[in-house]
């Protein structure tokens, strides 16, 4: 009996270094707590009802909007992202952009897998331009081809919002990284 003990201490002391260990990821200051790691907005970004230049961060000139940071607080992502409160970074800047017209909205029909925190999609392949999950494919706008960089297009879990300031576009918020791109749903 006396041969527990020690085998005791000694388990513990070994395993003091492991305790020590230090986790970079937990030990980081909280403000880089607030964007991805897992979290899943509650609901899309609030639709827009109001003046069309009233909170504006830019200009009406496309060049000005392409050079506008998405990196609203020391690393945060340079990408459209969405906050742990709910706020959805970049979504009102780029509510005017003459880019998000389609011609055919919806010319594929609409996405009817689900929407929000509820319905979480594991992407099964491809690539920015079509990626699939459960036989339901979509393509990044090819403005926000440089914001899905680093997406992993056999893995990734996003989910799917409706956009309802833009006809024809939804939104993928990536989990992981906890940023978001506007895509278009083609078809099944």
Request: proline letters at 5%.
């Amino acid at each position: 009996m006396k041969l527990l003990p020690g085998v005791f201490v000694a388990a513990l002391f070994l395993s003091l270094p492991a305790l020590a260990q230090k986790d970079d990821h937990h030990d980081r200051d909280d403000r880089h707590h607030d964007v991805g790691g897992g979290y899943v907005p509650h609901h899309g970004p609030q639709a827009y009802h109001g003046d069309r230049h009233e909170n504006d961060r830019h200009d009406d000139h496309h060049d000005d909007r392409d050079r506008h940071s998405y990196r609203d607080r020391d690393g945060h992502p340079e990408a459209p992202h969405v906050h742990r409160n709910g706020e959805w970074v970049g979504h009102g800047w780029r509510r005017d952009d003459d880019r998000f017209h389609l011609d055919h909205p919806w010319q594929y029909g609409r996405f009817r897998g689900g929407f929000g925190r509820g319905h979480r999609w594991r992407i099964e392949g491809g690539d920015p331009r079509r990626f699939w999950f459960r036989g339901f494919y979509f393509g990044v706008a090819p403005f926000d081809l440089a914001y899905a960089d680093g997406w992993y297009w056999d893995r990734d879990d996003v989910v799917i919002y409706e956009d309802s300031d833009h006809d024809g576009w939804y939104l993928a918020y990536n989990v992981r990284l906890g940023t978001y791109v506007h895509v278009t749903y083609l078809g099944r």
